[in-house]
T-cell receptor, first 116, second 111 residues
């Protein structure tokens, strides 16, 4: 089964440092997403990306966050100056044709970020 | 009222038991409904979509009641491997920001 891959699986960083989380979506997918889940809380939407630009973002996705598709395969999430409250599991996801009824969203295994 | 609300559990049932979860949603414009399964510190994995007519996949049965705005999941003949958190997910429209996850219901199956 095709899969979304994420690296690193776990990163510990000091507060104020920049972090880049990497994702390789499924190869024929066109829509990419980042979600996050703070420990013990629900999964929350951060941002969606299509056709090399952000299509939607949530209130969480402030100026400290950015996304990029630097080449044909990687999709990255950058946090410029990490805060303690950025500690969470970050999930990358992709879909082939967006989120119309019947399309499945595939999640990567997640990158666990710990800010100390 | 929360957008998607689930009983957090935990549900602790013996192997072989039947267990049911409910989920309510607040937005009557919601279009698509799903149950996901999430193991500890793992990604959510699609268990099944939920259709208006109800649908079954092996030991799992999902129902949707649009009038009352709730979704249910029934697990029959539960196995130890069913232990996980079950997430109710509602897609209000085709917008990514409108996929709303419930907080999940924890299920623990004991031998």
């Amino acid at each position: 089964e095709p899969e979304v891959t994420q690296t690193p699986s776990h990163q510990v960083t000091q507060m104020g440092q920049e972090v880049i989380l990497r994702c390789v979506p499924i190869s024929n997918h066109l829509y990419f997403y980042w979600y996050r889940q703070i420990l013990g809380q629900k999964v929350e939407f951060l941002v969606s990306f299509y056709n090399n630009e952000i299509s939607e973002k949530s209130e969480i996705f402030d100026d400290q966050f950015s996304v990029e598709r630097p080449d044909g395969s990687n999709f990255t999430l950058k946090i410029r100056s990490t805060k303690l409250e950025d500690s969470a599991m970050y999930f990358c996801a992709s879909t082939e044709l967006g989120l119309r009824t019947g399309n499945t969203i595939y999640f990567g295994e997640g990158s666990w970020l710990t800010v100390v | 009222r929360k957008e998607v609300e689930q009983d957090p559990g935990p549900f602790n049932v013996p192997e072989g038991a039947t267990v049911a979860f409910n989920c309510t949603y607040s937005n009557s414009a919601s279009q698509s409904f799903f149950w996901y399964r999430q193991d500890c510190r793992k990604e959510p994995k699609l268990l099944m979509s939920v259709y208006s007519s109800g649908n079954e996949d092996g030991r799992f049965t999902a129902q949707l009641n649009r009038a009352s705005q709730y979704i249910s999941l029934l697990i029959r003949d539960s196995k130890l491997s069913d232990s996980a958190t079950y997430l109710c997910v509602v897609n209000v429209d085709s917008s990514a920001s409108k996929i709303i996850f419930g907080s999940g219901t924890r299920l623990s199956i004991r031998p």
